[in-house]
């Protein structure tokens, strides 16, 4: 079985300072991960994802994470936050559910990101 | 890029009622869409799996003849939430892989169920 862990449920930064989102996994086989972002009333986008190429994943506005096998984390970083980043953040590991004949999603529970002015 | 459009955005029907949600990928074909439930404050739960053409793989817990799934096509999958009762009002959001891309799954904007 596949669970993620988003360690904070709610995130509290100032603008310009840097961001931290934790994510912890856990699979039993090479997992394919993925940040994804919800802002309010819109669908979930995209941020990046990782898929056994480079360790060090790099995304879109800013953003970037690093799979660390050894610490089963992907954890979300951006090195100066912005007023629009504040949004619900989804660590995402993809599974291979039997009979379905393709993969799904095992979401995490969120984190909301809080940017104080 | 791949775009999935999910209709409607919100809907508030009466207790035992049924209530249909659409997912069409408008600019690519998708074989499989899957179909998503978010309680509030929690993350979103796989429900089912939609495939088209044949009939759709639900997750344990999910009650087949209540939620219909419906793969009608390689554009649409329809989930119905048949009998809906308030129990079942919930955010409800499909998703689906552009084969164009690398593990690429796009999310409909979802449907907020409200049962009274």
């Known amino acids: 079985a596949q669970s993620v862990t988003q360690l904070d449920s709610h995130v509290s930064v100032s603008e310009g300072t840097p961001v931290l989102l934790r994510c912890n996994y856990s699979?039993?086989?090479?997992?394919?991960l993925f940040w994804y972002v919800q802002h309010p009333n819109k669908g979930l986008q995209l941020l990046l994802k990782y898929t056994s190429a480079a360790t060090l994943v790099k995304g879109i506005n800013g953003f970037e994470a690093e799979f660390k096998k050894s610490e089963t984390s992907f954890h979300l970083t951006k090195p100066s936050a912005h007023m629009s980043d504040a949004a619900e953040y989804f660590c995402?590991?993809?599974?291979?559910?039997?009979?379905?004949?393709?993969?799904?999603?095992?979401f995490g529970k969120g984190t909301h990101l809080i940017i104080q002015p | 890029g791949a775009v999935v459009s999910q209709h409607p955005s919100w809907v508030i029907c009466k207790s035992g009622t049924s209530v249909k949600i659409e997912c069409r990928s408008l600019?690519?074909?998708?074989?499989?869409m899957f179909w998503y439930r978010q309680f509030p404050k929690q993350s979103l739960m796989l429900m089912a799996t939609?495939?088209?053409?044949?009939?759709?793989?639900?997750e344990q817990g999910v009650e087949k003849d209540k939620f219909l799934i419906n793969h009608a096509s390689l554009t649409l999958s329809t989930l119905t939430v048949t009998s809906a009762h308030p129990e079942d009002s919930s955010f409800y959001i499909c998703?689906?892989?552009?084969?164009?891309?690398?593990?690429?799954?796009?999310f409909g904007s979802g449907t907020r169920l409200t049962v009274v």
């Open positions: 699979s039993s086989y090479s997992p394919s």
């Open positions: 995402v590991v993809s599974v291979m559910y039997s009979g379905g004949g393709a993969d799904g999603l095992t």
């Open positions: 600019d690519f074909q998708a074989t499989t």
């Open positions: 998703s689906a892989r552009d084969p164009r891309t690398n593990l690429g799954y796009t």
């Open positions: 939609s495939n088209e053409g044949s009939k759709a793989t639900y």
